[in-house]
């Protein structure tokens, strides 16, 4: 019952967890120091200009990078991280500037109902504008106190400018005539195809080994088996089962636990759901509270090793530790990797806090531990060594013949490459030309026919180290084995149609028109970043 209370919280605060970090994620963006150097207290001496913007301003700061921020938003449909909103913002406010130059006028309504429309943010699942996802979005502005539809409409009016002098900068886009070939043989060959997959797991060849093979190997990659440095400690262990005897509970604070736990969602009826799972969850409340008594127990006990200015080798702890009633635990040598087994989950956190120890610091911060807390003890830090062949030789055997059994994979895919072209050039199917090939080995090769289709409209389960492999191939070729992770893949080409380039074709001008925009949105960047890097140039502080 507790999982299932555990379980269904999770499931009912997900979308709470979202929006949280959300407002995270917006709060960053719209605070973020869009001039670095800039420190808090300069801010309000420092004026540093950039096209209409003062960055050595909070304020300015904000609005530059929030109305930047909600334009990527609504374009791209989804956070951007910080550095490319910095970016865009940058960009945005020097095309915005050059606007104010061309004396472009300001964005009619109509003009802002037809940017809307292109938005990724108030697309459906086909791609297109949605009414209904526009109507939400304007809904839950109501209730936003941070922004309006004034806001909106400002910035979706700042960007119909900022496009039209993308346009000019970009110009028309010049497009070689082999570019478009290029990009419709790319995208528009209709392909089918015929796979093998070669299971890497059953392939078994024997492989002998010597001890000099296994010396050799081992010392020219002697690097894999370094141990880095570990730790040497003990811990006083503050289990939160011995606290549970001084937690006192009463019924209302076990229901409250059980309400706040449980979503009413999924209560039927809360009297008896409650009574259902009453004594799990009062056990619940009670290891919670333990394991809180447990982490003040451990807090106070490093506070008196403050206190009793107890460092490493002091008489002072010696006597605090031999004052306690349970003695130190020892710990098994541990990396910072791996942590301690011996706290399970938490290995990797308590091994954090033991990393900062040594001489000079002889024991940690009480330490959150799946059982309740701990405080642990440095007694060694022990460096980094190279290990005797020896002492790794199980691992190293392991990985000759793991690597010995990669390189023969490999010789494999190339026999049974030349077998299977052999036997196509003989007139059998692939299928038939594959399974003749794999007679004789362990490995196990299925094969799949692909039905005919283009790059501009592939199936979405098709492989990506398929796709890779098209590009060299022409119809009746077999592409080398492409290996990946625990298989390799062949390709053949049992068909391949290239598109019409004649200029009468519509994908020959669609193609031409995207990627004029494309070249066109190119030059405009790098001519705005120019602009961009020189103002801030120009703006920098001057260093006395």
């Keep these: 019952m507790i999982s299932w209370i555990q379980r269904t919280f999770q499931q009912h605060f997900k979308t709470v967890l979202a929006v ?26 420092l004026k540093r200009e950039f096209f209409g913007y003062n960055l050595g301003s909070s304020v300015d700061q904000q609005r530059l990078m929030g109305d930047a921020g909600l334009s990527a938003n609504l374009q791209v ?21 050059l606007a104010d130059e061309l004396h472009l006028p300001a964005a009619t ?35 936003n106190p941070r922004l309006t539809e004034t806001d909106i409409a400002r910035v979706l009016g700042d960007d119909v400018r900022a496009d039209k002098v993308q346009k000019l900068l970009g110009g028309p886009g010049y497009v070689l005539p082999t570019d478009i070939k290029n990009q419709l043989a790319r995208a528009d060959t209709t392909w089918t195809l015929a796979t093998a997959t070669v299971d890497y797991t059953s392939f078994n060849p024997a492989i002998s080994v010597t001890d000099a093979e296994l ?5 020219e990659s002697s690097f894999r088996y370094e141990i880095p440095p570990r730790i040497v400690a003990t811990y006083a262990d503050f289990p939160a089962a011995e606290y549970l005897a001084q937690v006192t509970l009463n019924e209302a604070e076990v229901r ?8 009413a969602s999924v209560k039927v009826d809360a009297a008896a759901d409650f009574a259902a799972v009453r004594t ?7 290891n919670e509270r333990a394991q809180r008594l447990a982490a003040k127990a451990a807090s106070d006990f490093v506070f008196s090793l403050y206190e009793a200015k107890a460092v490493a080798g002091s008489p002072a702890l010696a006597n605090i530790l031999a004052t306690r009633k349970s003695p130190l635990k020892s710990l098994a040598a541990f990396t910072r990797e791996a942590g301690p087994a011996e706290f399970g989950p938490a290995a990797t956190s308590v091994a954090e806090e033991a990393f900062k120890l040594g001489k000079d610091r002889a024991y940690t911060e009480a330490v959150p531990t799946p059982n309740g807390a701990a405080v642990l003890f440095w007694q060694d830090t022990q460096p980094a060594r190279k290990p ?35 036997r196509l050039k003989s007139g059998d199917t692939f299928e038939k030309a594959t399974a003749a090939a794999a007679t004789g080995t362990s490995a196990k090769i299925e094969t799949k026919a692909v039905a ?22 022409e119809k009746g070729q077999v592409s080398d084995l492409t290996i990946a992770a625990d298989k390799g893949t062949y390709v053949y080409v049992v068909d391949k149609k290239i598109p019409d380039f004649t200029p009468t074709n519509p994908l020959y001008t669609e193609t031409r028109t995207q990627l004029g925009s494309y070249t066109a949105r190119l030059g405009s960047s790098a001519y705005l970043a120019e602009i961009v890097e020189t103002e801030l140039k120009r703006s920098e502080p001057k260093v006395k």
């Design 452 to 473: 005919a289709f283009t790059l501009r409209n592939r199936p979405q389960d098709l492989d990506y180290t398929v796709l890779g492999a098209l590009e060299r191939l």
């Design 388 to 422: 005797a062949f020896t002492e790794v030789k199980t691992k190293v055997n392991a990985d000759y013949l793991e690597n010995e059994k990669r390189k023969r994979f490999v010789d494999l895919g190339r026999t049974l490459r030349s077998l299977i072209e052999n």
């Design 280 to 286: 799990q969850v009062e056990l619940a409340v009670k």
């Design 20 to 45: 949280l970090l959300g407002l995270i994620i917006i709060s960053f963006v719209f605070t973020i120091g869009a001039a670095p150097g800039i420190g808090q207290a300069e801010r309000s001496t």
């Design 77 to 97: 449909g989804y956070g951007l991280e910080a550095e490319q909103i910095q970016n865009y913002a940058f960009q945005r406010a020097a095309t915005l500037h």
């Design 109 to 143: 309504s109509a003009e802002i109902t037809e940017q809307i429309k292109t938005l990724r943010a108030f697309a459906g699942p086909d791609g297109q504008f949605d009414a209904a996802t526009y109507k939400t979005f304007r809904d839950n502005l109501k209730s």
């Design 256 to 263: 409250a636990y059980y309400d706040t736990k449980a979503p």
């Design 215 to 219: 010396t050799k190997f081992f010392e």
